[in-house]
């Protein structure tokens, strides 16, 4: 028996349709108070609970054998103090939590889902697993946390639990369900939505390499070992790029220096900082990452697992039949313009999402 958690959120949602085509049983964490629609249909074993109480990851681990903890709080705001607490529980103690329950229980491996933001920044070069998370660096709280996460990881393995890091960077894909923040930016580019975008770029991992770089990880990655998992680094221009070639739609004329985006988000982010619900596309967090251009180099998971990353074009178009199934994006707006992969479309109606 394997357990996930975090099955309801983009990662864990593909990682366990996954698990479950290639014929593993599945178990998940997941609080019943939220909403579970990513697992409608699954044949998976629900452990109901919250990574915060020991007892119940206790109980969602007794009998597993191997753990893909991808659940996580992600978030590109500074914040108010609650965000910040949240924050850290969820992460730094669920993390420490569950491996604390893994360990009692004897699990054989842990994969934990890291983050490049947990990585060090290298202006001159791609950053690798080497590069250690500078703390004096502008970072947000969700990237000191998952810095955080990561000593959890490596105190487990000094305590004889094999715990491997999968690092994701961001993530594009299907079965987006809550929807994430590029999940949510594709939709509103869709439906004529954004209105305007900020120059710079990212590395971006499509949802389908991230979930092979968990099996991978899981299966021969070393314990006490971070692996950087990417396809492809691009600028905002190239991926909008790519949104109008499967949208059929425009980018939005309007293209915002990065100053000015900045000082705009840091205002509106002082306006709503004891608001951290309400959604906002540009974040000074989220400007910032864009402005820095960061790349990543994912040549140890390529050598020492042969990790072998596919192409974001598919993933954004994964993504968007993903969307239209669900109804929010509107298939008027893009009829017939938008090559969707018969797999995608096919397995997209066959799950019913
Ligand atoms: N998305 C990205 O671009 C990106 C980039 C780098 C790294 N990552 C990492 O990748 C992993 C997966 O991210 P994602 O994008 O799939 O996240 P997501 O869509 O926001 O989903 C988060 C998941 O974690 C669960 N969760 C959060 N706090 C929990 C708690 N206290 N107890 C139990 N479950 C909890 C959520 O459950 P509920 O549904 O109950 O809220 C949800 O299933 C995370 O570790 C994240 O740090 C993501």
Redesign the pocket.
Known sequence: MLLV????????ANLVRRLLDDGQRVRV???QQ??LTALDGLDVEKAYG???DLAACRNAVAGCQRIHH?????STLAGNRKHRRDIFE?NVL?TRNLLRAAREADVERVVV?G??SAVGHTPDRPCNEDDLFNPFEPNLPYGFS?ALVEHECWKAVAEGLPVVVAV????LGPNDF?P?R?GRTLVDFANRRLRAYVPGGFEFVSARDMVQGHLLAMDRGRPGQRYIFSTQFLTVDELLGIFEQVTGQRRPRLRLPGPLMSGIAAVVDQALRFFPAVPRRFTPGAVRLLRMQRRADCSRAKSELGYQPTSIADAVREAHAFFVTRGLIMDSLTAGTVPVPKSAAASAAARKI
């Open positions: 958690t975090g099955s309801t959120g983009h990662l864990g964490l997941v609080r939220n909403d919250d990574l915060r991808c659940a996580a709080l992600v969820c669920g889902t983050s490049l998952k994701s960077c961001a993530i809550k994430s590029m």
